[in-house]
């Protein structure tokens, strides 16, 4: 059985107090990893070397195309162990070793758009209003970043927090989820071969009373980038009044997908598969509200229905398989219930809705026909394969139901009309719209979202201002000593 250390101040060790914790493999339901958890001493360490290395010449001094040239040789070493960190991932967490793969390569992307602005980071020459003043702005990294990330899309994630964060100059604590971490700490082995010097990144892992909680505490952290559920958010927002971090949510969401009668039907289908189904549903963006205009309801839930018998369900390690385990048989849970609750409120299960009987967590992909907006499949974020279906008669009220949320992080829309595409997407509440396309990313596309599904954005050129601050520099330029200042002129 595989065993994992922390990762503090470019060493490897176990955690102060000794804590073990195991990791099952979603696709048998057996342990197949151990790791280590860190104590609130491990945090003051891991904090303090980033501080430390914060002010030593080896990271202070770096020239920034330096640091740029140490985010393109992590880069390279991510992509070429993408296909092993894919497989890691797949065991721990139970995603498809198709899509951790390709996830994995496709990083690499992040780190090189941010090794390539690192030397771009600029200030200003201020035309100031006052003579003989030379003014300017520069911008300085922001300090000690503590970055916490989970499980289901690990890599990606902690790429649109390390790497800006490298980029501008600063130091990262890499809080990995206690739930299938390992990918996160064979990460931290590539920091390590990179070159980094020690401190500058650490990685560690941990509950929230001993690991998460001292972190976002801690007086010397100076900006906190967190992804995870809106609950765990409200405690990071309260830890975060102790040290003033300056800090960025991208939290959960119930992402609505629009189908008009003018969409090409077979795109809007293969949309909703992949809003839904892609990544096992386990996914912050997946369209799991999907509303449909009435005159197409029908012939769009046939062909998801017909769709629906090809789909193979299994080892996500196999090739040939599309939907694997959820990560935690907890998800399998919270969606039987929620599809028991729907089915009282009137809904009618179309497809799938049963835990598969087979070892691990493994969930049918499921279609619910919605009966009223208020039906539970359509208010709670599962993290698993359920789409939930309703129909609409005019655009007004495909966008008043899609603006029905608490949530507001992704949005699709499938239509042939130009025109109503710029409409709509310019009417709905959420940071991301894609249309007539579902769940594109890129490191130049800013990425996160409205109310609560959190706040700051992550990815594209701004993301690197996030982790910096602005000082203005004053030199006067006058033959004349300055002026007594109890004289007024």
């Given at each position: 059985m595989s065993h994992y250390q922390l990762y503090i101040d470019g060493r490897w060790c176990e955690g102060a107090a000794g804590q073990i914790m195991s990791s099952q493999n979603p696709a048998t339901g057996e342990d197949w990893a151990t790791f280590a958890c860190a104590a609130p001493e491990d945090v003051e360490r891991a904090v303090g070397a980033a501080r430390r290395a914060l002010q030593e010449p080896q990271w202070r001094d770096m020239t920034q195309s330096a640091r740029g040239n140490l985010l393109f040789r992590l880069a390279d070493l991510i992509e070429q162990n993408a296909g092993r960190l894919g497989e890691i991932e797949t065991t721990d967490s139970g995603k498809l070793l198709a899509e951790t793969a390709a996830q994995t390569g496709y990083v690499g992307q992040y780190?090189?758009?941010?090794?390539?602005l690192a030397d771009k980071i600029e200030g200003a020459v201020l035309p100031i209003d006052k003579p003989d003043m030379h003014v300017f702005t520069r911008r300085?990294?922001?300090?000690?970043?503590?970055?916490i990330v989970?499980?289901?899309?690990?890599?990606?994630?902690?790429?649109?927090?390390?790497?800006?964060?490298l980029a501008a100059g600063?130091?990262?604590?890499?809080?990995?989820s206690e739930v299938a971490p390992a990918p996160m700490l064979e990460f931290a082995r590539l920091i390590e071969e990179a070159?980094?010097?020690?401190?500058?990144?650490?990685?560690?892992?941990?509950?929230?009373?001993?690991?998460?909680?001292?972190?976002?505490?801690?007086?010397?952290?100076?900006?906190?980038?967190?992804?995870?559920?809106?609950?765990?958010?409200?405690?990071?927002?309260?830890?975060?009044?102790?040290?003033?971090?300056?800090t960025s949510l991208e939290l959960g969401g119930k992402s609505p997908i629009l189908v008009f009668e003018d969409a090409d039907i077979e795109g809007a289908t293969n949309g909703l598969i992949a809003g839904n189904f892609g990544a096992s549903g386990q996914s912050c963006v997946a369209g799991s509200r999907a509303f449909v205009q009435r005159s197409v309801m029908e012939q769009i839930a046939a062909r998801l229905e017909d769709k629906a018998k090809s789909i193979v369900v299994g080892d996500p390690l196999d090739a040939n398989t599309h939907v694997g385990p959820l990560c935690t048989a907890a998800q399998i849970k919270t969606i039987e219930t929620t599809l028991a609750r729907s089915v009282e409120q009137g809904a009618v299960i179309r497809f799938g809705g049963a835990r598969l009987q087979r070892p691990g967590n493994y969930m049918a992909p499921t279609l619910v026909e919605c009966t009223q907006p208020e039906t539970q499949t359509l208010k709670t974020e599962m993290f698993g394969p359920v789409m939930s279906l309703?129909?609409?008669?005019?655009?007004?009220?495909?966008?008043?139901?899609?603006?029905?949320?608490?949530?507001?992080?992704?949005?699709?829309?499938?239509?042939?009309?130009l025109a109503r595409a710029h409409r709509v997407s310019a009417r709905i509440r959420a940071g991301i719209c894609w249309v007539n396309t579902y769940r594109a990313v890129s490191p130049i596309a800013p990425f996160g979202g409205f109310n609560q599904s959190g706040y700051g954005r992550e990815a594209g050129m701004d993301a690197i201002h996030d982790y910096t601050r602005t000082k203005t520099t004053w030199i006067s330029t006058s033959d004349h000593p300055m002026a007594n200042p109890f004289v007024m002129r």
């Open positions: 780190y090189r758009y941010y090794g390539g300085e990294p922001i300090g000690v970043v503590a970055a989970p499980w289901n899309a690990q890599m990606f994630l902690a790429a649109t927090k390390v790497g800006p964060a600063c130091t990262v604590v890499l809080k990995a070159g980094f010097p020690p401190g500058v990144v650490s990685v560690i892992t941990g509950d929230a009373e001993n690991c998460a909680i001292p972190l976002t505490r801690h007086r010397d952290v100076d900006r906190i980038a967190f992804t995870g559920g809106p609950e765990t958010a409200r405690h990071v927002v309260r830890n975060s009044a102790e040290n003033f971090a300056v309703y129909p609409f008669e005019t655009e007004a009220e495909a966008i008043a139901l899609a603006n029905e949320t608490d949530y507001g992080l992704g949005s699709g829309i499938f239509t042939n009309d």
